[in-house]
């Protein structure tokens, strides 16, 4: 109990639990309506778009003589990401298999725009490696409260439209048919898309962050039977993973970011296992 005591009551795990237990509860909401729409790898386009967005921030950070570079590095991601995001949106709208071709340029494009800005903000690409990977431990208290200001707008937004959104990522021609906004709402979960990208940033990188807006969806859908039930059981799996990820490293020292995700993937497999037991047994 003195650990675990020791944990809640150090002020930097305190931030990054509540960081860390936010993104759980938001990730996988999002996630849910990018599986349904057979898009679980917008996250990773948006993720690597961000990344010139960070380095964007960087060098109008350096430009305006900011003590701190990086104070605009995740204002910047924010921009990049939805801008992003409403770019691969509109593509994947207008041309057949025009999504996949727009993922493509978010991927490499995303990548070598922030290697190129970090460079011309004199920086190196190793300052690029905590976004990439996630680095919780820098988490400060405006961190915290720019976290649950864009939670706040993802949940209201993924739960609140619950109904409209799902219509439209289960069939866009039926809700077209029922009179529903459809472009509007597709924009809308790009958007929030992007935001969840920016929000877990900082707890799994850019690089591992769709695997925690889908890992828990995939589990999910293992035993939930419908869409509702799904969701929820994703924010359940969302959060634990993130919580218990971040509480193991505190005392094994191993990456935030990875360790989440690894735990996820292993209850994955754990589920899918059992699953095919019982489907042998039956």
């Not at 996250?43 to 967005?53: C, E, F, R, S």
């Not at 976290?147 to 993802?154: P, R």
Request: glycine fraction near 12%; hydrophobic fraction near 60%; charge should be positive.
């Amino acid at each position: 109990m003195s650990a675990i005591a020791e944990l809640l009551t150090d002020p930097l795990m305190q931030r990054a639990l509540v960081v860390a237990l936010l993104v759980g509860l938001s990730a996988p909401v999002i996630g849910t309506y990018l599986v349904q729409r057979k898009l679980s790898l917008l996250g990773d386009g948006i993720g690597h778009v961000a990344l010139t967005g960070v380095a964007l921030g960087w060098l109008v950070g350096s430009g305006m003589g900011l003590v701190t570079h990086d104070a605009l590095a995740i204002p910047g991601a924010v921009i990049a990401a939805i801008a992003g995001a409403v770019v691969i949106e509109t593509v994947r709208e207008r041309t057949r298999g025009g999504g996949d071709v727009a993922l493509a340029l978010l991927f490499y494009g995303g990548i070598a725009g922030g290697v190129l800005l970090i460079g011309l903000a004199g920086g190196t690409s190793a300052n690029l490696v905590g976004y990439l990977f996630g680095s919780i431990s820098t988490v400060s208290t405006s961190d915290v409260f720019l976290t649950i200001a864009l939670c706040a707008v993802l949940l209201g937004v993924g739960l609140g439209l619950r109904p409209a959104l799902f219509a439209v990522s289960h069939d866009a021609e039926f809700a077209r048919a029922t009179g529903l906004p459809v472009r509007a709402l597709n924009i809308a979960i790009a958007v929030v898309a992007a935001l969840t990208v920016t929000v877990a940033m900082r707890v799994v990188g850019l690089l591992l962050v769709s695997a925690l807006m889908i890992v828990p969806v995939a589990v999910a859908q293992l035993v939930a039977r419908s869409f509702r039930s799904t969701m929820g059981l994703a924010i359940g799996l969302g959060t634990a993973v993130c919580v218990v990820g971040l509480s193991v490293t505190y005392w094994v020292p191993l990456a935030p970011g990875a360790t989440i995700v690894v735990l996820a993937i292993a209850v994955y497999l754990t589920v899918l296992g059992v699953r095919g037991v019982a489907s042998a047994r039956r």
